[in-house]
């Protein structure tokens, strides 16, 4: 083997830049970055012909080159077809945006914003009014604040409201959600000492009672709802209501964590009692937290409501920048909070469209699935199923819904297929079958839908 005459043969970067895939890939990629494939390419051929491959073709050379940018360059965030009927699906970015909340940021990113300027004024303003009349108007709270996401707001609540002293809590609320976020690491990162009272399945009124009598520096109890997880069986706890009599008896203010932040009855559709954010500002909590991606249906946002003076120290301490939102945030949230207010939520925000969804709006859906599906060769099933919130929301809680079931062999191969479609299609299996769950699909999605199962099944 004459490997100095196999390297001879290589194509130069000019030939394989010249070659009709390649400049193919120029309006996307741009030309350094073209370049840069081509030469680390080939650089990786020369090293593999010193070991003994053989030279390849040019058309080989051209087609690794394409490999190496979508594997290395191209980008990895990508919109995806939701088709397992998880609403709130923490690993595919949960609660997707109104029409209204999308126009909102592209309004703001379009060009520039009056985010920190007083337009009567002339001069410097503050980001958080552009919510907080809309937070306070649709929970009944006295002050609100906007974070980048609720651990932040725990995390900042405590700090201000705790550092230093002591937090009642009980063993049943030390909770764990996804990611690794616990209640015991996120107070001892604030500052403030953990007192814990009760046991995991029953704390009562006069276990917070003997702590705050024994007189151990409490400046908070806080009431955190399990809200990934269900405690059943010989269980007892004490509601936010009593937690706050008790707080006033003894001067102490009650902070409640809600995590999804439900501002709809869940009962009326179906589904457990989730705590609504107004009802637990009634009862005279003095901070509530919440998310904005959950239940709420907005972006990605830790929302704090409250007492004004609670809330309001914590607008002017230091880490409420580091956890500041950014204006797409608070623009899509505005929008967002504009929907309950106009009491549209169900038609309007996707999630709640989603929850609200009848199965015989489903069954109709996915029957025209089945009859595309047919036209192109393909046999499928529609069959009962139920489709889960998610997103740390309503443990164990389901919807009826109706499935496009698909009995094939090697389901899970046929669903990383799709996985690997453009765009994706993320499905599940049941029952040795690949189901597909109309309820979690948006209606524009379907010819992408439809499209992605007759290329991969045909």
């Known amino acids: 083997m004459n490997v100095s005459a196999d390297l001879r043969q290589l194509p130069s970067v000019d030939r394989i ?9 120029m309006p996307f990629y741009g030309r350094r970055l073209v370049v840069a494939a081509i030469r680390r390419t080939l650089d990786a051929i020369r090293d593999e012909v010193r070991a003994g491959s053989e030279s390849p073709t040019p058309e080989e050379v051209v087609a690794r080159v394409t490999a190496y940018l979508q594997e290395h360059l191209a980008p990895t965030l990508k919109p995806v077809i939701n088709a397992t009927g998880v609403i709130i699906h923490t690993n595919l970015g949960r609660a997707p945006l109104s029409a209204a909340a999308r126009a909102a940021m592209e309004a703001v990113a379009r060009g520039y914003s009056n985010l920190e300027y007083d337009l009567p004024t002339g001069r410097r303003g503050h980001r958080t009014v552009h919510v907080e009349q809309l937070l306070c108007e649709l929970t009944g709270a006295e002050a609100a604040l906007v974070v980048n996401n609720n651990a932040g707001a725990v995390l900042l609540a405590l700090t201000v409201m705790a ?29 403030a000492r953990l007192v814990e009272v009760g046991t995991t399945n029953r704390t009562h009124r006069r276990d917070y009672e003997r702590a705050l009598a024994e007189g151990a520096d409490i400046a908070l109890i806080l009431h955190a709802h399990s809200s990934n997880f269900r405690i059943v069986g010989f269980t007892a706890e004490v509601g936010l209501p009593e937690l706050v009599e ?56 830790g929302i704090i409501v409250g007492r004004a003076e609670f809330v309001d120290p914590m607008k002017r301490h230091p880490l409420a920048r580091a956890l500041r939102a950014d204006k797409l945030c608070l623009a899509a949230l505005q929008a ?41 060769g ?12 998610g997103g740390g929301s309503l443990p164990e809680e389901t919807l009826p819904t109706r499935l496009l079931a698909l009995s094939i062999p090697a389901p899970d191969r046929v669903a990383a297929a799709l996985r690997r479609h453009d765009p994706p299609v993320v499905a599940r299996i049941e029952a040795d079958r690949l189901v597909l769950d109309p309820r979690t699909v948006l209606p524009e999605e379907e010819p992408a839908l439809l499209r992605a199962l007759m290329e991969v099944l045909g």
């Not at 937090?167 to 690491?185: A, H, K, N, T, W």
């Not at 939520?345 to 489903?362: G, S």
């Not at 499928?380 to 889960?388: E, K, L, M, P, Y």
């Open 17 to 25: 830049l010249n070659a009709p895939a390649v400049q193919a890939l």
């Open 163 to 191: 550092q230093g002293r002591g937090v009642l809590i009980s063993r049943g609320q030390l909770i764990e959600i996804g990611g690794g976020f616990r209640i015991p690491e996120v107070m001892a990162q604030s500052g």
């Open 246 to 301: 008790i707080g006033r008896t003894y001067g102490v203010p009650v902070m409640a964590d809600l995590g999804s932040g439900a501002l709809l009855d869940t009962v009326a559709f179906g589904l457990a009692r989730e705590p609504m954010v107004q009802e637990s500002v009634a009862a005279g909590a003095a901070v509530v937290c919440f998310s904005g991606d959950k239940l709420l249906g907005g972006p990605q946002a």
């Open 336 to 376: 967002t909070i504009m929907h309950y207010l106009r009491d549209e939520a169900t038609e309007q925000i996707p999630i709640w469209r989603m929850i609200a969804a009848p199965v015989e709006e489903l069954d109709r859906r996915a029957r025209r699935w089945r009859r595309a599906l047919r036209r192109a």
């Open 378 to 389: 393909i046999r499928a099933d529609v069959v009962d199923g139920r489709s889960t919130v």
